[in-house]
Structure formats: structure tokens, C-alpha cells
């Protein structure tokens, strides 16, 4: 399998990093031979069609801040290039999120699927602006688009609510999609201001570098117009959700909540209406985590609720959402 | 496809009335029309080669007792008169579970396999003992054996950590796998008594008819086998297990693990030896539900450790696993 990787930041170097310690295992276990044949970041390319050496491309990064230096030739090609000179199988998309256009990434795959590119995601940014409509191009284009990794990290919450519960109705599900939030209101439930929770979180590199994406719950949101699209058939996007992130949050909130049993947490959920928005939640409730966890609560017609809690984010756990997307592709191609 | 029924008590009246509510559902979403051509209680059998009347069955049993009034021909069958006798595709498996013996669910499952009936079984005693040569013997017999409702009941656990998971590797992992002793240790952290927990679980029928199955861990034990053998691919069976029950529990060890922010939970683990035996664990801890909740947290190579938390058993919650189980071997026969 060939790969156009898009971005080479935290989450792309963890994937060299993955795909060349395990590639023994993943050729023995599944016979899949992922080879990177193009790569970009902010300055520039790196290409080589017989996959690049992902070894040297990690020390070049290191070195240079850049994969430029890789190589002299092809070194200047954006995303768009790479897509249109290069014969590859399948686009991984992470650059960052932007839930304004998109860009670059929406351009990025709607490119990839025209050229008839199998396409995963970790960048939530296209899918919140236009969840229905890429996967409508998706399946013009007969490709698949996949994304396990833009919600729950490396928790595979996506595949569980569509595959394990097969055959199950999901009635609603609620969930604390983002950690840096949720990092904020359990320091401030153990007592620290809203100005220090959100400098400690800061300090620990857990917020983003724009931190309204957190503080006011457009990551949350984001994840939320994936789930409602995948897991409950909703054709929505990030105009949908009522959205309120946790800037106003006031001690007091805190204080009243705990009287009752509760915690406050920013709560993302599906019941009728899509809302993120700070709620109490009683200790009780297994939805009640804290520090940086994700959890997600399904409530299912016969098979009662059920809550699966995770790290939310980390390179390493994204990579390893990508590689399991990677398997989910090469099935699904073999079925035909 | 046509199924054979082992056993008319709760799970069994639960899945006649899902099959009976859900079957316009499943046809349309899955193409899927499960009949009931055979099926036995305690006191006689029920026989419709063309598939029982399900309204008719649960109105009979309920009438009666027994499923032997709904007609007067070949009422009097066992389980294995049925499996020679009819042609079937399918053998639910639903008696009571026994770790003396595994019977009769052990000649049931095997007969059905020798015959060329893929199995679903929601008795643990038979995976218990035998859960390797089970399997064998199913690769033997080209049939599939199934059973998502042994562990977590409605909550797919089993599915989970082998398909979700898919690509990464589980090291270890440790769960609250049985309801009945978790809702009594929570009363005694609650300041309740042993004794007076134990009379409590036992008014609200949590309680196995043979209480030594909940209170010395064997069905925590089972539970342990079958995850084992499954998600590890260990070849384990009951006597592997080191297996502590509850009765030895006291009010001090509840008072001495408080003092530590710790609650007592009868633990069941894999982490190179498997054992089940009451532990510490931290009130922080995803891990740490009260009451009659079921949870286990899964520790991968690269995702981290995740922990999915639900409902243990149940009748509706267990008729429901079965379905996903006739939906996965629907999918599987279709593939070959």
C-alpha cells in the first residue's frame, strides 16, 4: 500500500515512528506493507515511489525542523502535487484542524478522492464543515474515507458503536470528547481558579495553539458532528450544534455541583437535539472522569448504557488509530 | 435460518420476544428471517420444522410452565433427540452454566458441531472447562462457535478488544466481571454487613440458585477463561485460574482500603498469571463502578488503557448478544 502523508508533525512522525517498528508485525500478521511515497510539511517535500526511508526521514526532520533536506529533487511540492504526480492508494491527512474553510485539508482530500485515493483523517476540521458531503464524494468516487483516529485517539470508539453493537439500535449517547477541558475542570474541582487551571494546562502542552478550539468547545463540537453523521445516520455539520464551551464557568458552578454529588464537565450529547455544553454530572455516573480521560456513554434499545473511557489525544495513539484504518481499508478492498 | 433452542427460561423467553419485536427490522436491515424450528425446557420440547410461533411459545410457557403443551407431537425430545432430528443451521445454547461437568450444554454443543450446527452459546460452563478443545473441535467440524453473551452480557466486550482493537496488541487486563458480588462489596463499602449484603442481593435476585457461584468467583473465573483464550489466545481452562472469593471480605479491610481512597473489588486479571481475588482499587480508577455494573480496562501496546463499563447480564441485554452473534455468523457463512 502506497500512503501521501499530509503534515509532518506529532502525529505524522509517530507514524513513521510505528509503521517502521512494526512493520516485521504487520507484514507477518496481516500482510500489509505500508510504504510512504510522499510526504509534506510547511517547507516542503519529500518523494521517493519505491517509499521513503522512514528512518532518515525522522533524523532529517529532527535535524533540519524540516523534511525538506531529504532529498534535492521534488523537494518544493504542495499536498495538491503530490496527489496529482504521484500513484499512491491511500491519503493520510494530518494537518491541523481549522473549523473556519477547512484548509488546507479539505482540499487535500476532496483532490485525493477525484484521483481515486483511498482517504484517512485525523484532521477533524473537513469532516465537522462537511461530514455528509465528503462521504457522498466518498462513495461517487468509489473510495473509502476513514477517521477513527478524530475521536477518542486511539480508543476505537468510532468502530465499537458502528461494529460491535451491530444489529443494536443506539437510542443517544453523551460524552466528554475533549481532555484539555476536561483537565481545566477537575483542577478546578480540586480547588485551583479558572486562570491557573488553564495556565497549568498550557504549561503541560495540552491545550491548542488556538485555545478557543477548546475552551470554547469547537473541538468537542467537531467530534460530536462525527458522531452524530457516523454512529447515528444524522446529516449534520457544526452549524447543528448548540454550542457553549467552559470560559464562564465560575467557581461557584463548581461549588454547587459538588453539594449535589456532581462535578461539572463539558458535555457533548446526542439526545434529540446535538449540544456541547458544561452540565453536572453526578461522581455516581461512570461518564464522571477526570483529568485529561474522554469517555462516552451509549444508550442502547436492548443492550443498556454503556461507557468506554480513554486517553483522548497523543501522537503515538493517533498513529495507532491510522494503522488500524489502514487494516479496516485493506479488508474492505479484499471484500471486492 | 432455522435454530434449535437449548433451554426456555429467561434468556430464551427474552430472545423468542426480540426475535418476535425486531423480526420486520432484521429482515429489512440485514435480510435476516431467524426461525425457531426446535426448542426444549425441563419438562418436554416444542417442534416446528416450518418455525415455532413465537407469541404462541412465551403464551404457552407462561400458561403452563413448560413449552410441552404447544403441541401434542414429538413433546417429549431432549436436546440431542432435536439436533439429530431436525435440520437446523443454528444451536442457542442456554442452560444453566455448572463447573462440575459442563451438562448437558457440553452434549448439546458438541452434538451440534458433529452435526454441522454453528453454535451460540450463552452457557459458560462448557467454555469454562473446555475451551480450547471446543474450538478445535469447531475448526474440525468447519462450524462457527459463538458466544458475546458469556462475558458482559449485552455490553460486547468479547467484540471489542478482538475486532475494535484490531492491529494492536492487548498486554494485559483486569476487570469487575461479575454484578452480584460488586453490588454486595458496594453495600459493605456503603457500612452494610457480609450478611446482610449477601440476604439484600439475594431478596433483589441477583443471586445464583448455587451461591457459591458468584461468592467464590467461579463465575468471575469463567468469564476470565473465556477472555483469555479469546482476546490472549491462551489455551487456559478453570483449573489455570487462582480464584479467591468474597466470604472472606471483612468490614476492616473495607474501612482499611477507604483510608487509602481505595474501594475492595473482586478483580479478575490477566497479567502473566490469571487470578481472581478481592484487591484494592483506587476511587480514581475508571476501573472502580458500584453496584451490580460490570467493567473491564483493556491495556494495549500503543492506545493506552481503555475501559468500557455496562450492564453485566440480563435477559434482554444477553437475547440481544445472541443476535449480534447470528448477524456475525450470517456475515462469516456469506464470506466463504
Avoid at 496527489?83 to 484542524?97: G, H, M, P, R, Y
Avoid at 483529568?291 to 451509549?298: Q, V
Amino acid at each position: 500500500m502506497r500512503l501521501i502523508l499530509c503534515g509532518f508533525g506529532v502525529v505524522g512522525q509517530s507514524l513513521a515512528k510505528l509503521l517502521e517498528s512494526r512493520s516485521e508485525d504487520l507484514y507477518a500478521r496481516f500482510g500489509l506493507k505500508p510504504r510512504i511515497v510522499g510526504v509534506f510539511d510547511t517547507k516542503g517535500s519529500a518523494v521517493e515511489s519505491a517509499g521513503l526511508d522512514l528512518s532518515k526521514l525522522i533524523n532529517v526532520k529532527k535535524k533540519y525542523g524540516t523534511i525538506k533536506k531529504y532529498s534535492s529533487s521534488k523537494n518544493n511540492l504542495s499536498g495538491v502535487d503530490l496527489i496529482k504526480s504521484l500513484d499512491a492508494d491511500v491519503l493520510v491527512e494530518t494537518t491541523a484542524s481549522n473549523y473556519k474553510d477547512a484548509e488546507p485539508g479539505m482540499t487535500h482530500i476532496t483532490e485525493a478522492m477525484k484521483h481515486g485515493l483511498h482517504v484517512i483523517s485525523v484532521n477533524k476540521g473537513p469532516l465537522a464543515l462537511a461530514f455528509p458531503s465528503l462521504m457522498e464524494l466518498a462513495i461517487y468516487n468509489q473510495v473509502l474515507l476513514r477517521f477513527s483516529g478524530t475521536v477518542g485517539g486511539g480508543t476505537p470508539i468510532l468502530d465499537y458503536a458502528k461494529n460491535s453493537l451491530l444489529g443494536e439500535r443506539i437510542v443517544s449517547f453523551e460524552g466528554i470528547l475533549n481532555g484539555t477541558t476536561n483537565y481545566i475542570l477537575t483542577n478546578m474541582t480540586n480547588g485551583m481558579s479558572f486562570k491557573d487551571a488553564l495556565n497549568d494546562a498550557k504549561q503541560k502542552g495540552y491545550v491548542e495553539a488556538d485555545e478557543s478550539l477548546d475552551l470554547d468547545g469547537l473541538d468537542a463540537a467537531a467530534k460530536l458532528v462525527i458522531l452524530a453523521n457516523w454512529v447515528m445516520e444524522l446529516k449534520v455539520t457544526m452549524p447543528d450544534i448548540k454550542r457553549t464551551g467552559i470560559r464562564n464557568v465560575s467557581a461557584d458552578d463548581i461549588k454547587n455541583a459538588a453539594k449535589k454529588n456532581c462535578a461539572v464537565k463539558l458535555i457533548a450529547s446526542c439526545n434529540k437535539e446535538l449540544i456541547v455544553s458544561p452540565r453536572e454530572i453526578s461522581l455516581d455516573d461512570p461518564l464522571c472522569v477526570n483529568g485529561t480521560l474522554n469517555a462516552i456513554s451509549f444508550t442502547s434499545e436492548h443492550s443498556g448504557t454503556q461507557t468506554i473511557i480513554g486517553r483522548g489525544a497523543g501522537g503515538i495513539e493517533t498513529a495507532s488509530s491510522i494503522i488500524r484504518d489502514l487494516l479496516d481499508i485493506r479488508q474492505e478492498i479484499s471484500k471486492i
